[in-house]
T-cell receptor, first 116, second 114 residues
Framework: AQTVTQSQPEMSVQEAETVTLSCTYD???????LFWYKQPPSRQMILVIR??????QNATENRFSVNFQKAAKSFSLKISDSQLGDTAMYFC?????????????FGKGTSLLVTP | KAGVTQTPRYLIKTRGQQVTLSCSPI?????VSWYQQTPGQGLQFLFE???????NKGNFPGRFSGRQFSNSRSEMNVSTLELGDSALYLC?????????????FGPGTRLTVT
């Protein structure tokens, strides 16, 4: 069965520090996309970054980058120079198995708190 | 472009009633997905519509239904509401091209069942 696992329910980091959020998944597909979404206290889900599985280069968006290990089925998110506004729930997401459409399967999330 | 909009934002219903939630996708997006978010179960996929056809359905009872109109706007309906249906209902739209599954979410509808 396809699963997306986020093993860190809560994390805390000080402002300006770097933090890494973990995600592992299971799939039999060879070509796919992976996503990290952020949900701040406002509850608005925001796409943070996406990774194409066939690309070996890790995706980067400003202070956000991923460490994608395809063989290990690992997809971690690194946040550099953490800011107070990064406080949010972070979800790893992966397309649903046998998906004839465009729906996503989400992990349980990691609650990140950035402290001054 | 305007983002995904959902109406209403907040709703209070009593057990046994039914409710209809609405979602307007980003202009040009043809796929609309619905998710239920609760503290205990997290984000769970309800269903996805593309060109007025339901393409995927999650593991929810038949009380949960949806539809999509020709302008890609979508509605979801929950009949015979139960207390456990209290949740944040999120709608997401996607351009639905190639392998790009990225979805853009609306602000959600907070449903409280009393």
């Amino acid at each position: 069965a396809q699963t997306v696992t986020q093993s860190q329910p809560e994390m805390s980091v000080q402002e300006a520090e770097t933090v890494t959020l973990s995600c592992t998944y299971d799939t039999s597909e060879s070509n796919y996309y992976l996503f990290w979404y952020k949900q701040p206290p406002s509850r608005q889900m925001i796409l943070v970054i996406r990774q194409e599985a066939y690309k070996q280069q890790n995706a980067t968006e400003n202070r956000f980058s991923v460490n994608f290990q395809k063989a290990a089925k690992s997809f971690s998110l690194k946040i550099s120079d953490s800011q107070l506004g990064d406080t949010a729930m972070y979800f790893c997401a992966f397309p649903l198995e046998s998906n004839s459409g465009y729906a996503l399967n989400f992990g349980k999330g990691t609650s990140l708190l950035v402290t001054p | 472009k305007a983002g995904v909009t959902q109406t209403p934002r907040y709703l209070i219903k009593t057990r046994g009633q039914q409710v209809t939630l609405s979602c307007s996708p980003i202009s040009g997006h043809r796929s609309v997905s619905w998710y239920q978010q609760t503290p205990g179960q997290g984000l769970q996929f309800l269903f996805e519509y593309f060109s007025e056809t339901q393409r995927n359905k999650g593991n929810f009872p038949g009380r949960f239904s949806g539809r999509q109109f020709s302008n890609s706007r979508s509605e979801m309906n929950v009949s015979t509401l139960e207390l456990g249906d209290s949740a944040l209902y999120l709608c997401a739209s996607s351009l639905a091209q190639g392998l790009s599954y990225e979805q853009y979410f609306g602000p959600g509808t907070r449903l409280t069942v009393t």
